[in-house]
């Protein structure tokens, strides 16, 4: 496995004028080798000429966040991470890479969550080239590879959720904090052997898949009813308890087992209505 190794190029300004000078000091003895059909002068100028010109090649430039890898005849050498203009060995091979932050806007797509349930999901991640060797040369295509490998951890982290549940399961939709931090550890666990960094990973789409919505959004509704008047419910009875306790302690009213039941059938029915009361009064008595 290749690990990356930080090294320093030769500064390029210092490089420059040593070979501008050795430059014109070439083409000086070519031409004054011309005229006095000096052989040894025209081969020695032709000669510093292209040396000069070669050496010229070794000239690059490092942007800041980039790095340039450097490869002598296939070996690598190690990777400039210092802005600026250096120069090194001609025959070195220079490869840039940007260490800048990206975004790769996933694409919806659609897999079954852990109930068999279809439902489309993407996803947003935020990544960075921190190790240059291993972006350059342990995989193929390190760009596509970040695509790849996102996709397959989104499909694996759906197939291994539900989309929907109760409030102590594991959700997609009901603990996302949760569920991107499992998507970010995972990406993370998938993306090192590709040197690279995962800044943030997020899902940005999750819904059932249109032949199933109308169906899972009336399952939803019908759920979210069910919830809300056992909440009612619950309060109801509490509000009823507190009433008759009220009642007893202060000595309002004496009611006997009839008349306790009678009311609290009365209060519930108040209580956990959908419309407003419409109060009968009875005239008589309860036994009449």
């Known amino acids: 496995m290749h690990k990356e190794k930080t090294i320093k190029a030769t500064s390029g300004w210092l490089m420059l004028p040593l070979l501008l000078v050795f430059f014109a000091a070439s083409i000086w003895v070519f031409i004054m080798g011309v005229p006095a059909k000096d052989p040894m002068r025209i081969a020695g100028g032709c000669l510093g000429f292209v040396v000069s010109l070669t050496l010229m090649a070794g000239f690059f430039i490092v942007n800041p966040k980039e790095a340039a890898a450097l490869l002598l005849f296939g070996d690598y050498k190690g990777s400039v991470k210092a802005n600026g203009f250096f ?25 079954n969550d852990s109930t068999g349930n279809p439902i ?9 080239v921190v190790d240059t060797a291993e972006a350059l040369f342990e995989v193929d295509d390190y760009r596509e590879y970040v695509e ?10 759906a197939s291994t959720h ?9 959700t997609l939709r009901g603990t996302t ?23 943030e990973a997020r899902l940005s789409h999750l819904a059932y898949a249109s032949e199933i919505a109308g169906a899972m959004l009336q399952r939803q509704q019908a759920a979210a009813v069910v919830a ?53 009064v009875n005239a008589g008595t309860l036994y009449q």
């Open 148 to 157: 790849t490998q996102s996709e397959a951890a989104v499909r694996h982290l």
């Open 228 to 280: 809300a008047r056992q909440q009612i419910v619950e309060g109801a009875v509490g509000m009823v308890e507190l009433a008759l306790d009220e009642l007893a302690q202060k000595g309002v009213v004496h009611l006997d087992d009839e008349r306790k039941a009678a009311m609290v059938s009365n209060l519930m029915v108040v209580l956990c209505s959908d419309h407003a009361a419409t109060p009968v």
């Open 177 to 199: 904090e949760e569920i991107n931090e499992r998507l970010e550890r995972e990406l993370q666990e998938r993306l090192n052997r590709a040197g690279v960094n995962v800044i």
């Open 120 to 128: 489309e999901i993407a996803t947003v991640v935020v990544w960075e």
């Open 87 to 111: 120069w090194t060995n001609p025959f070195m091979t220079k490869q840039k890479i940007s260490l800048r932050a990206r975004n790769l806007n996933g694409e919806k797509i659609k897999v």
């Open 162 to 170: 539900p989309y929907d549940g109760p409030d102590d399961v594991l």
